[in-house]
């Protein structure tokens, strides 16, 4: 089974740095790309950046472009999304997704995605 | 940037009526284009790709239309467990990837 598996829920506070992660079982991980997905409360959904597992090839929406940092480590099947400095406006759930794959290897649609990763900045 | 717009914010429908959604793109994303329903507390779930593709395990009552600019989501008989709130997705042209802004359906 295709599983990607998120860290848990963090509390913190403004200024302070973190950086949360998602594991990918059931496939080839450095094969597939990794989405990151934010949903501020009450809010619809907003696709950050994705990373290419295989040679860290990374793209930013430029509305989080400088804003966070995507990693991926291959070994361990884990990609991470982080911040340096967090504002409370940075609460919100975060999700990762994998793309599929249709045609001559385009990417396309989030399937599966995972549990969501809750970050309170306070 | 392509721009995804839905229709009706807002959807009240009473069990076993149909339901129909629409998703309208800036410009033409072909058929890239996939339907998630959205549960409280719950990550998205995949409906529909390719603009008409049931995703596995999802019920016939779910289907998708339209391409080029114009799509819509059918239940065809709603069910109580189907409240919830769906987005359209393009994936055509990235990036960005982009969303709508969501239709919630809620039971009558």
């Known amino acids: 089974e295709v599983q990607l598996v998120q860290s848990g829920a963090e509390v913190k506070k403004p200024g302070e740095s973190l950086k949360i992660s998602c594991q990918g079982s059931g496939y080839s991980f450095p094969s597939y790309w990794i989405a990151w997905v934010r949903q501020m409360p009450g809010k619809g959904l907003e696709w950050m950046g994705s990373?290419?597992?295989?040679?860290?090839?990374?793209r930013y929406s430029p509305s989080f472009q400088g804003q966070v940092t995507i990693s991926v480590d291959k070994s361990i099947s884990t990609a991470y999304l982080q911040w340096s400095s967090l504002k409370a406006s940075d609460t919100a759930m975060y999700f990762c997704?994998?793309?599929?794959?249709?045609?001559?290897?385009?990417?396309?649609?989030?399937?599966?995605w995972g549990q969501g990763t809750l970050l309170t900045v306070s | 940037e392509i721009v995804m717009t839905q229709s009706p914010a807002t959807l009240s429908v009473s069990p076993g009526e149909r339901a129909t959604l629409s998703c309208r793109a800036s410009?033409?994303?072909?058929?890239?284009l996939a339907w998630y329903q959205q549960k409280p507390g719950q990550a998205p779930r995949l409906l529909i790709y390719g603009a008409s593709t049931r995703a596995t395990g999802i019920p016939a009552r779910f289907s998708g239309g339209g391409s080029g600019t114009e799509f819509t989501l059918t239940i065809s008989s709603l069910q109580s467990e189907d409240s919830a709130v769906y987005y359209c997705h393009q994936y055509n042209n990235w990036p960005p990837f982009t969303f709508g802004p969501g239709t919630k359906v809620d039971i009558k």
């Open positions: 990373i290419y597992p295989a040679d860290s090839d990374t």
């Open positions: 410009q033409s994303v072909s058929s890239n």
């Open positions: 997704a994998r793309p599929a794959y249709y045609g001559d290897y385009e990417v396309g649609w989030f399937d599966p």
